[in-house]
């Protein structure tokens, strides 16, 4: 869910509509480039995928087109993320392999969008001088105007964070994963201060965006075909419209969603274990079209660590909600992300996040060793004092313990029979199909002539380590 994905390979597989030019110029440069091409590679969270293509959209009202070949754009973007060093890193290697096509192209553009923007414009306009481009993720309708200042040779920023951008009313185009499943950012930023986390200054305050335009985008993409949206936020608990006329929390929001068609499955991430209520767990259990399935983070196990993360729940008050979810929807997938190696964490700190999962029984997990990000609560007060070596073999011992618990929960399904939406054939034959259950696990089956956007029933007959293996009844 949080790993870097390549919207090239993403656009390769999908069938996006070609984009059109039937609109009048808006910018001069586009009288010098009738034939302006995009080329965006996205990496980190859903969201970036998702703002990706808020950004598509608005180059497309500018005149571009989206290119899948790199080789063709004459404006290349990179949606980047800061979340770990190591995601900047790759970013920067990435950066300076594309930097060369310059040398070839004197008027290819470069530009970085996203959160590294935000955190290190200085560093890359100036020391490095790698690109032409940088916009933060509130600024993004600024860019057909930025495209053309570095058109005209000059330097182009804006990473300028704003209160009230949440694009709403940008028709976002797909940049099509399998034309079924797509997200929809129904907020943005983080109020939240969770002492190692950077999120909060390099996408600003928590706002909610408007009810309608959400509903509008979902009927939207139900219409085109789509039969699975994940609504995306940092902490889609703490939603919250209140415009004078009418209010809403998420419980309300995600039933009225679900209330658009029975067909349409309806997905949310991320939710906060001290904000998640008993009364969205109804909500989830009355509709069967809300996918069973809660990616609920609880970081660590040690309420010690916990309180010096800023978490503001206890190892208790987590295992309090887990068993709310077990008794109020008791068919519910569950999945975590774990931090090893947060300062002054030892190892009966360790010991404790590793019972706390083996406890709740995770169906999946994403585990990171601790990486300080420069400005953050931890990097200002605390020492990072794990080890790398330590951080490491922590985390090593985590993913071996959450294989066996991923393990266990897909030989707990065979024998039963599960609804699976049909996302696509599977990536080893044609024959096969591949889709995913309520709960989010893979399911591969022989074809009998469905097909995508189907729903069918699957019973399970065996299972591999990622994948349950089934045909269907
Ligand atoms: N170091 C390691 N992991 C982090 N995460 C967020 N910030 C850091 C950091 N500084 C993890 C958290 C979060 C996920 C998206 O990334 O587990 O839930
Ligand atoms: Fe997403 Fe956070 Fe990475 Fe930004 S820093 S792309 S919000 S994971």
Known sequence: MWQFENERERGRKGDL????????PLLSTELIMPDKKVYIETYGCQMNVADSE????????????????????????INTCSIRDNAEQRIWGRLKAISHLKKKRKDLKIGI????????????????QLVDIVVGPDAYRELPLLVAEAEAGHKAVN???????????????????????????IMRGCNNMCAYCVVPYVRGAERSRNPQSIIKEVKELYEMGYREVTLLGQNVDSYKWDNGDSSAGFPELLETVAGISPLMRVRFSTSHPKDISDEL???IARHRNICKHIHLPAQSGSSRILKLMNREYSREWYLDRVNAIRTIIPECALSTDMITG?????????????????????????MFKYSERPGTKAARKYKDDVPENIKSERLSEMIA???????????????????????????????????????????????????KGEYVNVIIERCTSATLLGRIV
């Open 17 to 24: 509509a070609p984009l059109t030019y039937d609109r009048k």
């Open 281 to 283: 767990l109804y909500v």
């Open 401 to 451: 313990l959450q294989n066996k618990l991923s393990s266990a929960s897909k030989k707990h399904d065979v024998g039963k029979n599960f609804e699976v939406l049909i996302e696509g054939a599977s990536k080893r034959s044609e024959a096969y199909l591949s889709g995913r259950t309520s709960q989010n696990k893979v399911v591969v089956f022989p074809g009998e002539n469905h097909s």
């Open 342 to 366: 947060f300062c002054t964490e030892t190892e009966v700190d360790q010991k404790e996040s590793l019972s706390l999962m083996e406890q709740v029984g995770f169906d999946f997990a994403y």
């Open 113 to 128: 969008i996203g959160c590294m923007a935000e955190r290190l414009k200085e560093k890359l306009l100036e020391t490095e």
């Open 54 to 77: 808020v950004v598509l959209s608005i180059l497309k009202e500018a005149g571009y087109s989206q290119s899948e070949e790199i080789n063709d754009a004459g404006l290349i973007l």
């Open 159 to 185: 990473v300028l964070l704003s209160r009230e951008e949440t694009y709403a009313d940008i028709s976002p185009v797909r940049m099509d994963r399998n034309g079924v499943s797509s997200f929809v950012s």
